[in-house]
């Protein structure tokens, strides 16, 4: 039987690059407490669960770059 391997901590940079963010955007959600961590030795580390948690509520999506035509529209 094969078993699905799930990764249980997310470093900063894996969630950044998992959620398409800058490195300082999943900072500063951590820093401004939208986001829980944890710290193991010297890396700041957030759990699965969080990451799924933040993920339904939206936190952390990367915004659409806005363009000429999305002002006109405004």
Do not use: C, F, N
Request: glycine letters at 6%; a positive charge.
């Amino acid at each position: 039987m094969e078993q699905q391997t799930q990764q249980q901590l997310y470093g900063i940079h894996e969630l950044a690059v998992r959620w398409g963010v800058s490195r300082d955007t999943v900072r500063k959600l951590v820093a401004d407490q939208e986001l829980r961590s944890v710290t193991i030795a010297t890396r700041r580390m957030i759990p699965l669960a969080e990451v799924q948690r933040a993920e339904l509520l939206g936190v952390g999506r990367a915004r659409k770059k806005r363009t000429d035509a999305d002002a006109q529209q405004v």
